[in-house]
């Protein structure tokens, strides 16, 4: 089942994945196969049933994206065996801090973006530092992080700005050339591609990059799949958790700046919870597995393009909208049933 | 692990050098906010101290309570009170905390009603303990029956009718409103009067209101799918941001109006992007709680005679945005 054997990650040796195979049966052996037909049917289904929903891709796509750019890194952070329940909150934390930062320096827009990657970074910093000193399980030191960050969020927006929503920082120098970067849209056609799916593209051929042609790629199957054993054969497991964090931290800075700018530079800082969740959905529902050892950064990304096609397709189905979270949850497990449905058959007939 | 620590502290440094060197804003930001007064400074009552203790079903961090709460301490600053605050969303909890106020004998318990059945042997002991207690926000049909002072918030039903009646006359047909939180009563209620007296077609969206991204692309997505929606009601002033920016993105000609205001809303109101907005006036709502329970203890007396005190529905247009602005930055509006 697992796709590496920790048992024999030596550089060198022969990888079962490397080895020479059929194109079709390579094509079948791949985690994201089952999710793949699984996109299709939801597409299919909504396609179908919902007037404007292939009008509006568009919008589908960028809903996707809100989930996707989170779910490439927790897909890898899930590849290395841990989980982030943190994730979600911090996405609220880096928004915040660019906009109290940048507000109360009266600084350039742009210190508060960078100040606010430092904070995120070392968010995630203590969250693998912390797993690897204690040996707790990514649970518990992530459920502790995210009701902290989660206090925090509020109660250090209220300290300093009185309120628990940020003041607006929309008329201060950077703002603009910001918002291109992390929230404008460039129209292609009657196609409006927003700036967060060129991200999420980016992030998901880094990862993939990193998985499949990197030392560390096969660190983070090694470490998923058996740390100990990948310890035993000289893996630098704690570093290469930790960079797992880091990785969360990236994407949630991202997302992050993402909500500030697109929405008139005001955060709300209850913002985010629940979000994880959504998250590490994405991931499952594209092939990873919740033991580790087993995933892809496609698979988390066509994972979060049935989340975003569910959710936006019930509205453009119209049906009847205090449905709306049982359908959602139905769609997505009728996805996954589908997915790993047509995985099995295809690793009976490998 | 050493060389990532290290690595790390290189980072931390090259960040404050940054920040040192770096440009400053020349436009918006702290330097440029204007400090208008607002905490009215003046001397307080000499009656004896008070404590009064105030517990919602606020989650954290909702804007809605922070406001209500500023007018609660402005009130207990002027009346020599002492004023506590706790909130919990779930119902247990906050009848447990009300419990904690009994037993501490407070002079006086503030408390919303959202929940009311797993309230009333909460308050009803807090009135057999000989706390008098006023009820705040929702739940004004059992604030008598459960032996409260006085009632003193608007009815959610009230507002939404109010809503209803604006929307006809501006001669809208077609309107969607927006709930952001699956199974809130109130949001419910809101909704349901809109319907009850719009002449038009109300339809109800459910929207996640944990994500703006989702609040956006879902409400953005019904635009999309219905082209007929004339009219967007969102019910915090938090969702109508979004609610704004989805009809832009979707270049529909809806008109967005919300309940409940926030500096966000009242510059949006000036900008002709909202169309209206329901005040139900949260700073007076905690404001007068305060009041009426120094009142009633100094002087015996009950504001509005017993009778639920209205604070809202009132309805405000970009003609109120120059005024709503100073206010709704401070945080008292």
Not at chain 2, 196 to 216: I, M, Q, R
Not at chain 2, 246 to 266: H, I
């Amino acid at each position: 089942m697992t796709a590496t054997l920790p048992a024999d990650p030596a550089p060198k040796a022969p990888d079962e994945r490397l080895l020479h195979a059929s194109p079709l049966h390579r094509l079948l052996g791949r985690p994201e196969l089952g999710s793949v037909i699984g996109a299709v049917a939801v597409f299919l289904f909504f396609a179908v049933i919902a007037d404007s929903f292939l009008s509006s891709l568009d919008t589908v796509l960028y809903a996707a994206s809100t989930i996707g750019i989170m779910a490439v890194p927790v897909a890898l952070l899930m590849i290395g065996g841990e989980f982030d329940l943190s994730a979600g909150v911090l996405v609220t934390s880096a928004a915040l801090t660019s906009t109290m930062f940048a507000y109360e320096m009266t600084a350039n827009v742009w210190v508060g973006v960078f100040v606010s990657l430092l904070v995120t970074l070392a968010v995630g910093f203590f969250n693998g530092y912390m797993l690897v000193r204690t040996g707790l399980p990514s649970f518990i030191i992530t459920l502790g992080t995210y009701l902290m960050l989660w206090g925090a969020n509020i109660g250090i927006t209220k300290r300093i700005q009185g309120t628990v929503s940020t003041k607006s920082i929309s008329d201060m120098q950077g703002f603009e050339s910001a918002r291109v970067l992390f929230a404008s849209s460039i129209d292609v056609g009657s196609f409006k591609v927003r700036v967060t799916i060129l991200w999420w593209i980016g992030l998901v051929a880094l990862a993939t990059w990193i998985l499949l042609r990197t030392r560390w790629g096969n660190w983070i199957f090694a470490v998923g799949g058996g740390k100990d054993a990948a310890r035993a054969v000289g893996v630098p497991v704690r570093r290469t958790k930790i960079g797992l964090y880091l990785g969360v931290a990236v994407a949630a800075w991202i997302s992050g700046q993402h909500l500030l700018f697109s929405f008139s530079g005001v955060v709300q800082s209850a913002e985010g919870r629940g979000l994880e969740l959504h998250y590490i959905a994405a991931a499952v529902i594209g092939g990873c597995l919740l033991t580790g050892g087993y995933g892809s950064a496609v698979g988390a990304a066509i994972g979060a393009l049935i989340f975003g096609m569910a959710k936006q397709g019930i509205v453009y189905a119209q049906w009847d909208s205090d449905w709306f979270w049982f359908f959602l949850g139905a769609m997505l497990l009728l996805a996954t049933i589908l997915n790993s449905w047509v995985r099995k058959r295809a690793e009976a007939a490998r | 692990m050493a060389r990532s620590t290290r690595v790390f502290a290189a980072v931390a440094t090259a960040t404050l050098l940054a920040v040192a060197a770096a440009g400053c804003s020349d436009s918006g930001g702290k330097d440029a906010e204007e400090n208008d007064g607002g905490g009215g400074g003046g001397g307080g009552v000499n009656t004896p101290r008070m404590e009064i203790a105030m517990v919602t079903h606020s989650a954290p961090g909702d804007t809605f309570w922070d406001i209500v709460q500023s007018g609660s301490k402005q009130a207990a600053a002027k009346d020599n009170v002492e004023f506590l605050y706790a909130n919990s969303e779930k119902d247990d909890e906050q009848a447990r905390l009300v419990q904690t106020f009994v037993d501490k004998k407070v002079d006086g318990i503030i408390v919303t009603l959202a929940k009311p059945e797993a309230m009333k042997s909460a308050v009803q002991a807090a009135v057999d303990a000989g706390i008098p207690v006023v009820t705040i926000n929702s739940g004004a049909e059992f604030s008598k029956e459960y032996g409260a002072l006085s009632h003193i918030g608007q009815e959610e039903a009230v507002a939404g009718e109010a809503v209803g009646e604006e929307l006809n006359e501006r001669g809208r047909k077609n309107a969607v409103c927006v709930i952001h939180e699956q199974g809130n009563v109130g949001l419910e209620q809101r909704c349901a009067g809109v319907k009850k007296t719009f002449s038009g077609s109300v339809e109800n969206l459910t929207v996640d209101g944990a994500s703006k991204p989702a609040v956006l692309s879902g409400i953005q997505a019904k635009l999309e799918a219905d082209g007929g929606i004339d009219s967007v009601v969102t019910l915090n002033a938090d969702v109508a941001a979004s609610a704004v920016e989805a009809k832009d993105a979707s270049g529909s000609k809806a008109e967005v109006a919300t309940f409940d205001l926030n500096a966000a809303v009242a510059a949006s109101l000036e900008s002709k992007q909202l169309s209206f907005a329901v005040d139900q006036q949260p700073y007076l709502q905690g404001y007068l709680a305060v009041d009426e329970l120094w009142l009633y203890e100094t002087n015996g007396n009950v504001i509005g005679g017993g009778q639920t005190v209205l604070t809202g529905p009132a309805i405000v247009t970009e003609e109120d945005a120059p005024d709503l602005k100073k206010f709704t930055e401070r945080g008292t509006r």
